[in-house]
């Protein structure tokens, strides 16, 4: 069995871990790449997110969840649903070197964000110069430089070994190195950011539910700035929840009684997939909580499901355009052919429509001419009436003498 576990591979366990792991997997994959997928249309649409230092640090939170699943769930789900690893040495060292680099990305930019809404919160005004999208960009990039300093060791923690003639990607590490390395990765890549994080939202959560302005309780932009934070709460707090076990697993191995088993394979299978599924779980929080984001997500379907069917409806036209243009050329074609090819025809019947056309407007110009002098007649019939009938007025008014 990889990993040294005592378990049969013909064992009720693996047989359901075989049958359950992919579907989970699966779930997590789906859900994970759209929801994902959709925040990252959400916060680049019309460049909104350049305007923002919470959104960069959500965009930025996104990238790194997205990464994670399109490159290492579907990878780790055959360790528990195949007997060896297939896709060579390479891609052992790379996929988990991913998973800490990820997961460091995600455990610093929680750090970050709590830091940038205690910021907002509690110094609106001070804040300002600080809270730019320039700074939030920099923090990104310090962000990714120290995962990929702490994450770069684990390019050599994993190779490939045949057991029992099966090539499996394990830790090849010494005891003592594995130790070091897996503390140094409990204290800076969990233990340390959920420390700020707390920290930050203790006292953010402090100063906006016991504030003694009443204006600025009820203000809008206090009510705003409640929602964003309660959603950034509620993405650090599932983080810490879905990565603390797999953590425990790590130093119980370590420092506790941790016997290979089955109650301890089930344990860890299932830390497994509590710490991918986070990575799908932000999106529902944002689609959860937040109005904007429900609405920028309707928009989004909308703007992709309209798109589609203007290209449908694009590509019926065209294809009409193209028939009809066929139908007339071999409509052309066709006449051609039966009068043997003559352009005397065409040219008799060109004369002919112009002749008609010629005699029809001269009518029409006749029966103007005619409606304009009925019109004058009628007009001089009427004046000479009303002269008449003036000067039978007058005669009336005229004295006897």
């Not at 294809?319 to 040219?347: D, I, L, P």
């Not at 002749?355 to 103007?368: F, V």
Request: net charge positive.
């Amino acid at each position: 069995m990889p990993g040294g576990l005592n378990v049969s591979s013909d064992s009720p366990e693996l047989r359901a871990a075989g049958i359950i792991v992919p579907v989970i997997f699966s779930l997590i994959f789906l859900v994970g790449t759209v929801g994902n997928g959709l925040v990252l249309a959400v916060l680049l649409w019309n460049g909104q997110v350049k305007y923002s230092t919470t959104n960069l640090f959500i965009l930025n939170l996104a990238v790194a969840d997205l990464c994670f699943i399109i490159c290492c769930v579907p990878f780790q789900a055959t360790i528990y649903t195949l007997d060896g690893w297939l896709f060579g040495a390479f891609a052992c060292k790379a996929v988990h070197f991913l998973i800490y680099l990820t997961m460091y990305a995600s455990s610093f930019t929680l750090a970050a964000v709590s830091v940038d809404r205690y910021l907002a919160i509690r110094y609106p005004l001070k804040s300002r110069d600080l809270r730019t999208s320039r700074n939030a960009g920099a923090a990104i990039v310090v962000i990714w430089s120290l995962s990929l300093l702490f994450a770069g060791p684990y390019l050599s923690y994993y190779q490939i070994i045949h057991y029992h003639g099966v090539p499996i990607c394990v830790p090849i590490w010494e005891d003592q190195r594995r130790k070091v390395l897996d503390i140094l990765t409990f204290v800076f890549g969990y233990l340390l950011p959920v420390t700020v994080v707390s920290l930050a939202y203790i006292r953010t959560i402090k100063f906006l539910w016991t504030s003694v302005d009443p204006i600025e309780r009820i203000s809008e932009s206090r009510k705003a700035k409640r929602k964003v934070t309660k959603m950034i709460v509620t993405v650090a707090i599932l983080f810490c929840l879905c990565w603390l076990p797999h953590h425990l697993v790590i130093l119980c191995f370590w420092f506790g009684h941790f016997p290979f088993n089955r109650a301890t394979y089930a344990f860890r299978l299932a830390s497994h997939c509590l710490s991918y599924t986070n990575s799908c779980l932000n999106p529902i929080v944002y689609a959860l909580i937040s109005k904007h984001f429900r609405k920028r997500f309707k928009q989004v379907f909308t703007c992709l499901f309209f798109q589609n069917k203007i290209r449908k409806r694009k590509k019926k036209r065209v294809g009409r355009k193209v028939h009809m243009v066929n139908v007339e050329r071999g409509f052309a074609n066709r006449t051609g052919a039966f009068y043997g090819g003559n352009s005397e025809v065409t040219q008799v019947s060109e004369e002919n429509t112009r002749k008609r056309d010629h005699e029809g407007a001269t009518r029409a110009r006749a029966w103007t001419r005619q409606v304009q002098d009925a019109m004058v007649t009628v007009q001089k019939e009427l004046l000479e009436e009303g002269s008449s009938a003036t000067a039978g007025r007058s005669l009336d008014m005229t004295p006897l003498r």
